[in-house]
């Protein structure tokens, strides 16, 4: 199983940017797709997580209503649409592949590289 994220980049306060997350490979049947964040001098944070369905859609606190994810099994593709960004969103955000509903890294088995998304102020 393989992730390829890619969309970061630069944007201002208030603005939205879109991440991407392409799987490829044989997966495993129900998987959860997530994304984490890790700030400068920070540990991994979750952000969202989802299974194909939507169902188990499930925010971190801090970007609840802002952020949105999404997954298109027919597309391999798990999307994170960000809006209304703020400096604190700043960070290295990855997407990973695991079989439970976890919010901690550790239990993800697959990951994507990374892709920096940078807001200013």
């Known amino acids: 199983v393989q992730l390829q994220a890619s969309g970061g980049g630069l944007v201002q306060v208030g603005g939205s940017l879109g991440l991407y997350c392409e799987v490829s490979?044989?997966?495993?049947?129900?998987?959860?797709m997530a994304w984490f964040r890790q700030a400068p001098g920070q540990e991994r944070a979750f952000v969202a997580r989802?299974?194909?369905?939507?169902?188990?859609?499930y925010y971190a606190d801090s970007v609840k209503g802002r952020f949105t994810i999404s997954g298109v099994k027919d597309k391999n593709m798990v999307y994170l649409q960000m809006n209304s960004l703020k400096p604190e969103d700043t960070a290295v955000y990855s997407c990973?592949?695991?079989?439970?509903?976890?919010?901690?890294?550790?239990?993800?088995?697959?990951w994507g590289q990374g892709t920096q998304v940078t807001v200013s102020s």
């Open positions: 490979g044989r997966t495993f049947s129900n998987p959860y």
């Open positions: 990973a592949m695991g079989r439970s509903r976890s919010l901690l890294p550790v239990d993800y088995d697959y």
């Open positions: 989802t299974d194909w369905s939507g169902v188990s859609a």
